[in-house]
């Protein structure tokens, strides 16, 4: 793998510094990590986010930069901004079972009419444009580990079908944008990311765990736990993400952590790291919930040039520092997954 650091990095630093970035979403998990790369990689950074999953403590710490500007905007209406913008990160979207089970229809919103508004402004603007999409394109997938070459099993009117179609959708107008207008085009499939500034509340497993651990209540394993999934650290998804931008290649690539875990194996990882008493209680399985999930990281090696370095125990263990400091009130705000 090439040096991050060193002549290399500083060159590229050099030629994107003033450069105009917008990202959407960027009060989120996600968005809020890569608004801190960009800044660090020299760029101007535009913030756009409508705050209905996004929290604006993720990215306080930049509002002092003179580098940075924030939008408080619903990119699925119109979106304007002045002045050049070089590039453009879409990633507004909730992404999390609980919140898109909670407002479907802005989700399919977001990925349908706020990418068709994104890719509008980026066709105005000559901007290069990186579309996050998910592994759920491959839905509960029949082909393990998932390849960028596979179609995916999804189903549309379950209670994944309006994340799941969406995000296939916005990979299919940001196609077509490339082949109709020639736009510069990037995506990239994400699979389960974690990190600092995931929401304790939004029932995925790890903050799920994490937070019954802290609260002293059982860790609620979905089904008999033998479901599996692979876990990405934030700061290497960033950086796949970095790579991808920067590189020529406009067909979709898996930014993910071949390190597959049964849920079960995973429930007593957090146990241990916890040092909690409690146990690992079986609740029922939720509606489609894939049994495996895999990237197949070939073509990132390949083009990219990139794999994932921070392994689970070490971004578990400043995952879980980060969870720790939060206040008793954040750690309280408990919401329940429904499971159909
Ligand atoms: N899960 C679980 N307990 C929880 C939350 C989730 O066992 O409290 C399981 C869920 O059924 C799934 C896996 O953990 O099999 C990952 O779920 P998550 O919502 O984090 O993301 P997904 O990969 O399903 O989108």
Redesign the pocket.
Known sequence: MKPQVGVEAQQKRNNMKGKRVLITGAAGFLGSHLCDRFIREGFRVVAMDNLITGDLKNIEHLFKLEQFEFYHHDVSKFIYVSGDIDYILHFASPA??IDYLKIPIQTLKVSSLGTHNVLGFAKVKKARVLVAST??VYGDPHVHPQTEDYWGNVNPVGPRGCYDEAKRFMEAITMAYNSAHGLETRIVRIF?TYGPRMRLND????P??IGQALRGED?????D?S?T?SFCYVDDLVEGIYRLLMSDYHLPVNIGNPDEIT?KEF?EEILKLTGANQKLIS?P??KD??KQ?RPDITLAKKILNWEPKVNRAEGLKITYAYFKSLNKEELNKVEH?SFN
């Open positions: 999390s079972p592994s759920e389960n029932g995925r497993v790890l799920a765990f860790l609620t394993m979905f089904g736990g479901q999934r849920i429930g609740l399985l939720p919930d894939p999930r997954r």
